[in-house]
Each structure stands twice: as C-alpha cells, then as structure tokens.
C-alpha cells in the first residue's frame, strides 16, 4: 500500500518514515505532502519553549499526559540542537516522556535542529503536515533551549507556551525583547524553589506594561512539573486559549501568517539555491573579487549588476 | 537532497544502573556525525521498539551489563519484525561472554561489541553497514 494512505491511517511505520524522507529533502516527501495537504489543517498547535533545564521535556510530558486524560490524540515535535563542527546531535527529550512511548495516541519524534538558528529545523513545518494529516488533535513542539531571541516558534504554533524557571536573573531580563514578548501563556516552573514568586511578580509587571495586548491577557501560572503540579491549569489555559483564538478570528489571521511565512521561506530557499547555482555556472567570480580588492570596482554596484542581471 | 543522516538509538534495557558506556558511545555517535536518541535507562524491549518506529532510525543499539541480553537482545529483534519495521541494524554492546556471541548473532543481532573496543570500530561497522 502507498505512504500516504498509510499515513492517512495513522500506521506509525508509514508516519516515521515519510518524515524521515521530510527531514533528508527527499523529493518523494514532497509529493506523499502535496497528496496529504488536503487532510491538514485539523490540528491545534501548541509550542513549548524557554531556556535549557528549565524542564519543557518534564512539562511537555505532563501536558501530554493530561491532554490524553482528556481523550485527545497527540503528536510531539521535539527538537534538540545539532553540533556546529560535526552535524551530530544527542536528542535526549524522550528521556522525560519514556512511559508515553507504548501510548497508541502518542506519537513523538526528535529532531535536530541541523544547523537552524530559530530554535526549531527546518522540517518542523512539514512534520506537523504529516502528524496532522495522520490525525492527530494536538500537536506539541518543544523548542531547543533557547536565549533571548529564538523566536521561530510564535511563528509555527497556534499557542505558545513560555517556560521560565526561578533564578536566571533579575528582572530586566524581563522586561528584554525576544523571547518573554511571545508567550500566549506563562509557566513558572520549579515553582518549589526560592524565588519563583518573584519571577511571577516581574512576569506580571512585564506583561501590564504591554499596551497592544488584545482581549487576551497571558496567565502566568506556577508548576513542579516532575510532580504534576499545577499540570491541570497549564493544559485548562492552553484550551482557553484555543477557544479564544477560535472565537475571536485570531486562529485564522495567525495561520495565514504562518502560511505567508513558510511560502515567502521556501521561495527564497529555492531562488537562493538557483542563484547560488547560476553563479558557479558563470566563472566571473575570480576576476570580479580581484577587482573589489584592489578598489577599481566597489561591490555595491557589482552586487546592482549582478541581481539586475539575474532578474531580468 | 540533504545529506542523509544516520540515526541510532542507543537503547538501554534491563535493570542495571549503569549507563556510562551508553553516555559515552552516545557521545561517540554524535561525535561521528549520527543522530542520536537517548532515552535513559531501564527501558523494556516494547518501549525501545515503540521509540525505534516512531523515531525510524537506522540503527538499534543495545547496550546491556545485567546479563540478560540473551533474552532482552534476540525480543528486541522479534518485536521489531513483529512490527514490520525489520530493516534496521540492530548491534549490542555490554559485558558480554564470548560464548553467547554466536547464538545473539543467530537471532539478529548484526554485531557484538565487548569491554575494550574503540568507539571507533562500532562507528565504522555501523558506517559500512547500515541500510542505505
């Protein structure tokens, strides 16, 4: 039988594989993805992001876990960094979220981030295509750890969720662009330890201090997630949350964002492939950078000629 | 197409607490360039074969100091069939007697690796012989 109906069918072998093929740019994704689209759509996004060991793993468990009580289906999207110098990469997430392996209404798979800087790779999008086209009704992406400024995932997620974790430092980190701007909701998590009234307190004076807010006011919320503490309102704000963008039209402006995003990334993607392409084919190269280094040309106009060229 | 990457699942079952030879031929792998998915310890053969699929890796390894890997290496294999995702390498590792090593190897497992082997020759085997 074909990839796509057996993705259709929710059959993991089929699911695992065809993102595989996502991930390595196999041509072939390209054309199961094309067929699957039509089934896509269905699923509510939800990112989970914040700094390294502030327990996004811990809480994406938990979260899971609770969506299931709920009778949802859901996929995760875990995402680890890859190592600059080799390519390689440890994908460790599943650690916190060994019981969830046998779940049939589970499925979570790792990824790296092969070389992407925004916290997420670049097969994040179509993963989520096909674990939605499979069916299932959440979809959570876990982030690497991030900075200040991964911020990729607001523009992938319908809800995102910011984690922060009590002593990281004092509260203009707070009040910093970047990542503490993006959040729908707000967990402090490692609530247990000292200080996380304080970073609820900062969060709070951050947040009443953003003017263009919307009728949706974040909540900031306290969890130990390795004890499932405060598990039920986390997952009870995501569902809010989901409510109020349905309600108020913002799914919609949000999604098509999202579209016009990955459209504008792809076509630079294969525009920049082919320029990149048409310039090797041409050996002007050598003689052009002689030029520019021995000042009788300037590479501001070498760079006018050259892109007039290649529009034209 | 990008490069394609190995992935490996470095897979610890069985009750024994010791997962510093699992860290450090992780560590190897990520070192090598592979993909690596580490998910702890005191794994079951139904959970390492659950991850294995949804994670479609490459290459299964197995690494076991409790002594039971005659029985928890060769269900791995079986379970794997079972699921109709049998095209993957599967390699052990782990205090291993030599006189298990053929009958391990007669239920599936593609290679035995022992106390004292570099990291260096489980990377090249795996290099040589994983599916392409």
Request: net charge negative; glycine share 10%; proline share 4%.
């Amino acid at each position: 039988m074909d990839l796509v109906q057996l993705v259709k069918e929710g059959n993991r072998v089929a699911i695992a594989r065809l993102i595989t093929r996502a991930e390595n740019e196999d041509p072939e994704a390209i054309v199961a993805l094309r067929q699957l689209y039509s089934e896509t759509g269905k699923a509510f996004l939800i990112g989970i992001t914040g700094p390294p060991g502030s327990g996004k793993s811990t809480l994406t468990d938990k979260v899971v876990k609770e969506l299931r009580k709920r009778g949802k289906t859901v996929g995760v999207i875990a995402v680890d960094p890859s190592s600059p110098f080799t390519g390689g990469a440890i994908l460790g997430d599943r650690i916190r979220m060994s019981d969830l392996a046998l779940d049939d209404g589970v499925f979570i798979r790792s990824m790296s981030t092969r070389g992407s800087l925004g916290g997420l790779s670049k097969a994040t999008y179509n993963t989520i295509q096909i674990l939605d086209a499979a069916g299932f009704e959440y979809i959570l992406i876990e982030t690497v750890g991030v900075g200040q400024s991964e911020v990729d995932i607001i523009k992938t997620a319908d809800t995102t969720v910011v984690v922060s974790v009590p002593g990281l430092g004092d509260d203009i980190q707070a009040i910093k662009a970047g990542i503490m701007e993006i959040g729908d909701v707000f967990v402090v998590n490692k609530a247990d330890r000292e200080g996380a009234e304080r970073v609820v307190i900062e969060l709070a004076q951050m947040l009443e201090l953003n003017a263009n807010m919307g009728d949706w006011f974040p909540p900031i919320l306290k969890t130990v997630a390795v004890r499932n503490e405060g598990i039920v309102d986390v997952v009870d704000k995501i569902i809010e949350h989901q409510a109020y963008l349905t309600s108020s039209g913002e799914l919609c402006i949000r999604r098509k964002e999202r579209i016009s995003n990955e459209l504008i990334n792809n076509i630079l993607n294969k525009v920049s492939a082919k320029i990149t392409d048409k310039l090797s084919e041409e050996n002007f190269w050598d003689s052009q950078l002689d030029e520019i280094i021995e000042n009788k040309r300037n590479p501001y106009d070498v760079i006018d000629r050259i892109i007039n060229g290649i529009l034209q | 197409m990008t490069e394609r990457k190995i992935r490996v699942l470095v897979a610890k079952p069985g009750l024994d607490g010791h997962d510093r030879g699992a860290k450090v031929i992780a560590r190897a792998f990520r070192d090598a360039g592979f993909e690596v998915i580490y998910t702890g310890l005191r794994q079951t053969p139904e959970q390492i074969v659950a991850v294995s699929i949804q994670e479609d890796v490459d290459v299964v390894a197995i690494s076991l100091l409790s002594g039971a890997h005659g029985t928890l290496m060769p269900k791995v294999v079986n379970l794997l069939r079972e699921k109709g995702a049998d095209d993957k390498l599967i390699i052990g590792g782990g205090v291993i007697p030599d006189d298990d090593i053929p009958a391990l190897k007669e239920a599936g497992i593609a290679e035995i690796f022992t106390p004292g082997t570099p990291t260096s020759v489980p990377i090249e085997f795996i290099k040589a012989n994983v599916r392409q």
